[in-house]
T-cell receptor, first 115, second 115 residues
Framework: AQTVTQSQPEMSVQEAETVTLSCTYD???????LFWYKQPPSRQMILVIR??????QNATENRFSVNFQKAAKSFSLKISDSQLGDAAMYFC????????????FGKGTKLSVKP | DTGVSQDPRHKITKRGQNVTFRCDPI?????LYWYRQTLGQGPEFLTY????????KSRLLSDRFSAERPKGSFSTLEIQRTEQGDSAMYLC?????????????FGPGTRLTVL
């Protein structure tokens, strides 16, 4: 079975500091895409960052970057200069099978940002 | 608002009743997905449509669940004879077929409580 695992149910970071959220996945497929989604309290899920499995270069979106370790099947999210608005549930997800297919999500990490 | 919308946002029902949820995707998106999210878990895939065709159904989608997407526009998800275990957030997402990412855009969800 294809699985996505987030081993940190909760994380906390001081405002302006850096935090890393962990994610591992398990698949035998060679073609897949990885995503981090943010779900603020009582608000809809939004895409934070995405990575193609065939690209070695780590994706970056402003303060958000990933550390993609394909051999280790690891896809961690680094948030730099954390802001109060970053507080949310963060879900790691994987889509297999090329351009088709549903997302498989991890259980999520709840990030708190302390002022 | 050009995002994905869902109606109702909240639904409370008694066990054994039927409920129906509606999802309106982003207008040019031909793919539509339904997910279920229970407390403390990531979203789990239920089913997806390409235009009006239902192409995949999860084993989570028991025979009490039915989804439709007439004319390839909005979609409805009906749950018959609701059970307390059906209590969850039901999320809808839509995407385009074209493009390597096929990014899924999520709606705000319908929170179902079965008493």
């Amino acid at each position: 079975a294809q699985t996505v695992t987030q081993s940190q149910p909760e994380m906390s970071v001081q405002e302006a500091e850096t935090v890393t959220l962990s994610c591992t996945y398990d698949t035998s497929e060679s073609d897949y895409y990885l995503f981090w989604y943010k779900q603020p309290p009582s608000r809809q899920m939004i895409l934070v960052i995405r990575q193609e499995a065939y690209k070695q270069q780590n994706a970056t979106e402003n303060r958000f970057s990933v550390n993609f370790q394909k051999a280790a099947k690891s896809f961690s999210l680094k948030i730099s200069d954390s802001q109060l608005g970053d507080a949310a549930m963060y879900f790691c997800a994987c889509r297999y099978g090329g351009s088709q297919g549903n997302l498989i999500f991890g259980k999520g990490t709840k990030l708190s940002v302390k002022p | 608002d050009t995002g994905v919308s869902q109606d109702p946002r909240h639904k409370i029902t008694k066990r054994g009743q039927n409920v129906t949820f509606r999802c309106d995707p982003i207008s040019e998106h031909n793919r539509l997905y339904w997910y279920r999210q229970t407390l403390g878990q990531g979203p789990e895939f239920l089913t997806y449509f390409q235009n009006e065709a239902q192409l995949e159904k999860s084993r989570l989608l028991s025979d009490r669940f039915s989804a439709e997407r007439p004319k390839g526009s909005f979609s409805t998800l009906e749950i018959q004879r609701t059970e307390q275990g059906d209590s969850a957030m039901y999320l809808c997402a839509s995407s385009l077929t074209q493009g390597i990412y096929n990014e899924q855009f999520f709606g705000p969800g319908t929170r179902l409580t079965v008493l």
